[in-house]
């Protein structure tokens, strides 16, 4: 079966830092695009990272420079690194896998076809 | 303030159709391809639409998606009171090379 799940979440205070994790099945991490995604309490859903099966990455302005998105193959792993939290970051943040691909030199995006339940962030002091 | 615009709430009784619009421009929508989720509270988000106006297996065909221009919609022929949830339109931005989401339309059932 398909499946992702994170794990990670927790109450930190702001500066802090978190490491989320999201463990899937049923496919390969490594050859798979994977995002990022949370939605903050009565907001909706915002886009925070994606990995490329090539391994390149890319950030929303919001976390960039304090958000590192990685992955680990040999456990069919992704993690996101998340240093210099604040208020903002509130939110339950979901991994998903896209079904995109590369064609004619470039990546694309098709959608978001597996996500996990999520695990959730509070910042606060 | 989302990059995709949705309205914020749409309403239809059952038997209607009912359509959510989701405006982009050219970096977004008008380039790249489109998908649709379904959330309800608590749960993890569906995709009801990829590529535009494709449905994954085990989505009904009530469930419909096309994109013109810089513009897509979503079309929900049949709402069942079990329809009612928020509905989000995603796409890559090549511009700012990153993901963007609309802000949402909240489906309710008359």
């Known amino acids: 079966e398909v499946q992702l799940v994170e794990s990670g979440g927790g109450l930190v205070q702001p500066g802090g830092s978190l490491r989320l994790s999201c463990a899937a099945s049923?496919?390969?991490?490594?050859?798979?695009?994977m995002n990022w995604v949370r939605q903050a309490p009565g907001k909706g859903l915002e886009w925070v990272a994606v990995?490329?099966?090539?391994?390149?990455?890319y950030y929303a302005d919001s976390v960039k420079g304090r958000f590192t998105i990685s992955r680990h193959s040999s456990n069919n792993m992704l993690f996101l690194q998340m240093n210099r939290l604040t208020i903002e970051d509130t939110a339950e943040y979901y991994c998903?896998?896209?079904?995109?691909?590369?064609?004619?030199?470039?990546?694309?995006?098709?959608?978001?076809?597996?996500w996990g339940l999520g695990t959730t962030v509070t910042v606060s002091s | 303030q989302s990059v995709l615009t949705q309205p914020p709430s749409v309403s239809a009784a059952p038997g209607q159709k009912v359509t959510i619009s989701c405006s982009g421009s050219?970096?977004?929508?008008?380039?790249?391809?489109v998908s649709w989720y379904q959330h309800l509270p608590g749960t993890a988000p569906k995709l009801l639409i990829y590529e535009n106006s494709k449905r994954p297996s085990g989505i009904p065909d009530r469930f419909s998606g096309s994109k013109s221009g810089t513009s897509a919609t979503l079309g929900i022929t049949g709402p069942q009171t079990g329809d009612e949830a928020d509905y989000y339109c995603?796409?890559?931005?090549?511009?700012?090379?990153?993901?963007?989401f609309g802000g949402g339309t909240k489906l309710t059932v008359l």
């Open positions: 049923g496919f390969i991490v490594s050859s798979s695009y």
């Open positions: 998903a896998r896209d079904i995109g691909g590369y064609k004619y030199g470039l990546y694309y995006h098709s959608g978001m076809d597996v």
């Open positions: 990995m490329y099966g090539g391994g390149i990455t």
């Open positions: 995603g796409a890559w931005d090549s511009r700012l090379s990153v993901g963007v």
């Open positions: 050219s970096s977004n929508i008008g380039n790249n391809y």
